[in-house]
Nanobody
């Protein structure tokens, strides 16, 4: 059974930090990339950060220099270190796993809420 489980969300003040984790299990195909997406209130879902199987990372312009995506390959786990958080970072953050040839398989976690507010 495939499971993608996020953790680490919560309430933080502007300027604060949070670290999200995402662990994938039960995936029998090669994982090509894992990434974080977010959907804020009244907004469309957007890609925040992605890390490929070769370790290459890409970030949305709005989070560059503040967020860092890293991975523990042996644990099929990725992390999102979020620093200098802003109220506009408030969103449900979801983890996505792309696997199989041509990324034919896409798995999602249930999401974790991040709220940035004073």
């Amino acid at each position: 059974q495939v499971q993608v489980v996020e953790s680490g969300g919560g309430l933080v003040q502007p300027g604060g930090s949070l670290r999200l984790s995402c662990t994938a299990s039960g995936i029998i195909y090669s994982i090509n990339a894992m990434g974080w997406h977010r959907q804020g209130p009244g907004k469309q879902r957007e890609l925040v950060a992605v890390i490929s199987s070769d370790g290459t990372t890409n970030y949305a312009e709005s989070v560059k220099g503040r967020f860092t995506c890293s991975r523990d390959t042996a644990k099929n786990t990725i992390y999102l270190q979020m620093n200098s958080l802003k109220p506009e970072d408030t969103a449900v953050y979801s983890c996505n796993v792309l696997a199989g040839r041509t990324n034919r398989f896409s798995y999602w976690g249930q999401g974790t809420q991040v709220t940035v507010s004073s």
